[in-house]
């Protein structure tokens, strides 16, 4: 099965979700999404975010913590004991209660680590949209699953071909392109960000000790969280490098933490923004990688950063064109994403930015 990238997913999730509140009395047509692929990439995050973005509900099932009852609802005598009633459980969404989203995503995470049991619990709720005749997902909420494949190192079992045949199947991959656009718009530490545009392919690899850390989107993003809180806690290196060998292993570390060693000696990135240093370009990649990174850092930081386009059309002249263009993608989609039309509005009628047109399109 090929992959696909979360950025890739993400855009089909929309559009399933189109589908379903353009066509709701077509619920049962619109088929649920399951996600495969290994841990730590971010199955569940895209799903979660998404839903925060269009404002709409979120429910996640982690099938594995749960029993049959949970899911199908629980047994109770009626008072003539003549039969039972079924008490379905609160959290599924009602279209007839007050606060209740009219929209939203119930995400069965780990579907794949739950057993057989579980799976057939669940089965009806994902294939019909409905418990029997308690219960009726409401036409606006979709179903989607998640779950790790056999081959990962994790927990999973086979999933039974007759609820394998009700989904679409995504299988999704670490990359690098795509997360680093995610990661600069959510504004982690350049640090983390210029290490993995220098060696992709340390976004993601499983080739380590899997009962040990090793490094993942997931990782990483810790990673850039422990940065943070280390500068501001004026932590000892050796003590940071202990959590990163953690966190991402320790060949990862190694070479991570001499990244950050080198990166360390880059020029005043904030002084040459304002005009109040001479711009210079270093010769080592690893350190060009720390400056594009550093710079959009800066840019976003600053209260006004219109008032430092002047440094930053020098800076962008003095690198090469592929740098150039690189470090050109990274701030004009920062800003988008941020709202700064003021910003790109002053950049595109810079004088000098025909000639960085020339440059970038060469």
Known sequence: MNTTSIAKAEKILEHQLEILWENPEQALMVPPLMVW??????????????????????????????????????PVPRDDKQGIDWIVSSEWPRTDEDGTPEKGIILFDEITAADSTLQVAAYEFILDRRLGQLYQVPDG?????????TGDAAVARTMSSALANRFCHLEVAANSASWLDWALIKNLDPRV???????PQKLFSMDGNKERGWPSPRSWERVAMELELAERKNLDKDLLQIIIEGLIGDGTALEFMAFLEWSGKIPDIGRMLAGEAKVTI??????????????????????????????????????????????YHDVTLVMDKLGMDDFLEEMFDHPRHVDLENKILM
């Open 37 to 74: 692929g290994p841990p730590g990439i971010g199955k569940s995050t895209f799903i979660h975010n998404l839903c925060k973005e269009k404002n709409i509900g979120f429910i996640d099932v982690r099938l594995a913590q749960r029993e049959p009852v949970d899911i199908r609802g629980l």
């Open 141 to 149: 909420w979709y179903i989607v699953a998640a779950g790790n494949r």
């Open 193 to 199: 960000t210029g290490f993995i545009r220098y060696l």
């Open 282 to 327: 270093p010769k080592r990649s690893d350190q060009r990688h720390a400056m594009l990174s550093a710079i959009v850092h800066n840019l976003r930081q600053h209260e006004e950063p219109d008032l430092l386009l002047d440094g930053l059309f020098e800076i962008i002249h003095k690198f090469p064109s592929d740098w150039a263009q690189l470090l």
